[in-house]
């Protein structure tokens, strides 16, 4: 398994991590030969997910995060103390860790598609677990 | 990776995939004997994602849609020139993919249990990627 | 592929399944080894889901529920004649799965992360089907 940091700047933001995935996926490659399968891209927090959206206009982040805050907003009737439920709820919505399938050591991504790391409570230093799981000589090849 | 492409025929639509990915692992047994281990389904889509919900009543599905609607409506107030931010927030709610457990196989969905390619954008033609991921011959057999 | 049960004791409820799925990857370590891969924790259902969030303070989980009950509340205008379409759209909105890291053949949750069965219509007797995923011994290793 491996990882990385990234820094967020404020209190919700998506962050594209999709450099750092595939900079891993190259090192695995280096390594082993080009990597066929699919790699989990999962963060270890419970205020910041992974999802995958658009990556050529920036407005359908900010739309995407402007909109999330309208569904859950910093309700003062939240009974956790620490006061950051709207965080909580809003990373088990985008979920916490995505699966991008992998062939020829390359992220299968659409044309239009970015890795987002969620952060819904910063700013804070966060941490993507990165996992590649192959397809396996055997059965899933040939396709 | 193998892939297959629909093509929708609404806006918003849930087409069952599930009939789709049932062939492809039937090829992979063809090939390689029964697969044991997880199918990933991926939309390699902004606008599409994919979900796993009830198939016997379309009414499910027709609530669904409806109430994500509801939840995400057509604002005028989102920025994105393309006018489609809903459809990307939905997508992002449902997830790009889903990872179905499979054994002697088959996929092990649950009795009530279809996949569906959830359009947001269409009508559009659509491509689904699929990855199939062995649990392998030492750890995770044997249960 | 393994799998346990567990009976929910409300209509809506998140339960702690942490240790259940630890249990079942150390029988697959006293087996095999220790595990490096991730482990997929599915739900075969179309009324409970699968989330991993904050385990150390209740009240998040009690949040999350309240406010995901307000966003899909029991909507007289749902023409599902079960009366629970409610309960498949938060389902779709969590997940019917959750996949996480395993090194060591540990889980490789975050300090405050749990995974949880997230019940939407019990309550019920529920499975949860638990499939290992090896990161194999060429590729995704020695990070």
Redesign the interface.
Known sequence: ??QFSVSTTRREEFLDITAEVAA?LR???R???P????V?V?????TAGI????GA?P??R???L???AK??PC?P??????GN?DA??K?????????????GGRL??????KIYCCEFDGPRRR?V????????S??????
Request: net charge negative; aromatic share 6%; charged share 20%.
């Open positions: 398994m491996r891993i090192d695995i490659e390594e082993s030969g990597a066929e399968g699919a989990l999962y963060s270890p927090h419970t999802t995958i959206n658009e206009d407005d359908v900010r739309d995407m402007a909109h999330l569904l859950v309700d009737g939240f009974r956790h103390a620490e439920s909580h709820i990373t088990s919505l985008m979920g916490p860790s995505q699966l991008v399938p992998v062939t299968k991504l659409g044309t239009w598609q941490t677990l990165v996992q590649f799981l192959p397809s396996g055997g059965a899933g090849e040939g396709g």
